[in-house]
């Protein structure tokens, strides 16, 4: 048998506890629909998720080639010369964003034009690397942004769904069976009531036909 609120049978508190009833269908109701479009919006991060991952993949050993290119004709000392002082080639925005109440960082990254260098000790590797690095860079932020996106989008598709549980198969149970208490309760009270009634009905002589004295009899 399901547990009930420690409440009186009273009328009040029957109309109380059904008012309540309503309110957590309705926040259950409220609630599951979040839960499914909490539901799609991961699906959808996951699906960008996945390219993304791919495309940083292919982007990341594509860059790796070619850094290892310009470190062979270069050499590590004057790659590292060349290097210094370069001014960035990616501008990066963090700002906060907001979707169906979940809260995640959205990242912006725009690819700027590479500052050119001198033609001395240098070679045309040089800049598709850089070229190279800079378009990964881009995606890995990107990735960045939907990896955590779809992490937090998850624990609050999970978290919403625990909420889900707790009202459909534990709250709203226990104010249900309150109700029933209650409505049980109150019409045992008033089908004893009637009974008393009854009985005090039957006892009562009748108006029409007054009990005859004992010295007339």
Do not use: C
């Not at 048998?1 to 109380?16: E, F, G, I």
């Not at 624990?155 to 549980?165: E, F, L």
């Amino acid at each position: 048998m399901k547990k009930r609120l420690s409440v009186p049978p009273t009328k009040s508190a029957l109309l109380q506890i059904g008012r309540q009833v309503r309110f957590l269908e309705q926040g259950r109701q409220m609630l599951e629909k979040k839960r499914d479009l909490l539901t799609r919006l991961v699906y959808e991060r996951l699906a960008q998720y996945r390219e993304l991952r791919a495309q940083a993949q292919a982007e990341l050993a594509e860059a790796y080639r070619w850094l290892g290119i310009v470190q062979m004709r270069m050499g590590a000392q004057m790659l590292q010369q060349a290097s210094v002082g370069l001014a960035p080639s990616v501008a990066i925005r963090v700002v906060a964003r907001s979707s169906v109440g979940v809260e995640y960082p959205s990242v912006t990254a725009e690819p700027l034009p590479l500052q050119p260098v001198g033609l001395m000790w240098t070679d045309v590797s040089f800049d598709e690397a850089r070229q190279r690095l800079r378009e990964l860079t881009v995606t890995l932020a990107r990735l960045g942004e939907a990896e955590n996106a779809l992490w937090r989008l998850l624990a609050a598709s999970r978290k919403t769904q625990k909420r889900v549980n707790a009202l459909k198969y534990n709250i709203i149970p226990r104010y249900r069976a309150t109700v029933q208490h209650i409505r049980a309760a109150l019409e045992e009270d008033e089908r004893n009531t009637l009974f008393q009634i009854k009985v005090l009905r039957a006892r009562k002589p009748s108006v029409g036909n007054p009990p005859v004295p004992n010295q007339l009899r």
